[in-house]
């Protein structure tokens, strides 16, 4: 695809047809969306749960005491608002207070939310259950993250996430867009 340079800090990417965000494929659906929004809630709150913490034993009961918390301001507004993201100072108290074999269990806990095959079951509708072009296409999407993510560590680039990749399900390919954070503009916001 082509770049077109409009000054040294922006440009236009060229149209890349038949693409869709990588985020609107993995929450394609309402059911989705919600799943991603629980597993989203529920590692804000043992990110949380683990910087109030002072080690795993008392991981556990801050973690159920801040998901009473939530359940409790829920039904007394009887909306549903998600958890606001943690912080970098709670991702670090995260670390300090939080064990590895606790941090490997939330995963799994948490990873037990959402269906396991999300970018497989895209790639599979995409190309009529054949094996061959199944086969083709996730070495195509494979290759294409593999070679982005190589590119954007030498390169420097940052704010990599689902919005900023374009996924071609006829081809498999991922095309890295937006990098508007990247390079060390951040810095000068």
């Known amino acids: 695809y082509c770049v077109v340079p409009l000054s040294p800090a ?3 990417l060229q149209f890349v047809p038949g693409t869709r965000p990588l985020q609107a494929v993995l929450t394609d659906t309402p059911q989705r969306a919600e799943q991603e929004a629980q597993a989203s809630e529920q590692y804000s709150l043992f990110i949380k749960a683990a910087s109030l913490s002072e080690g795993p034993d008392q991981l ?4 159920q005491q801040l998901q009473l918390q939530r359940q409790q301001q829920q039904q007394h507004l009887h909306v549903h608002h998600h958890a606001m993201p943690a912080g970098p100072r709670e991702f670090y108290q995260m670390y300090v207070n939080a064990d590895a074999a606790t941090t490997v269990r939330m995963f799994k806990q948490i990873s037990s939310l959402l269906p396991p095959s999300l970018l497989r079951t895209t790639l599979l509708r995409s190309c009529g259950h054949t094996p061959e072009l199944f086969l083709a296409r996730r070495a195509r999407l494979t290759s294409s993250l593999s ?3 190589c590119w954007g560590w030498l ?3 940052g704010d990599r996430h689902p919005g900023n990749l374009l996924l071609q399900p ?6 890295h867009i937006d990098f508007g954070y990247s390079f060390g503009s951040a810095t000068q916001v």
Do not use: P
């Open 10 to 12: 922006l440009g236009l």
């Open 60 to 63: 556990q009961r801050t973690l």
């Open 147 to 149: 070679a982005g993510c």
């Open 155 to 157: 390169a420097g680039a």
């Open 170 to 175: 006829a081809t498999g390919a991922l095309v």
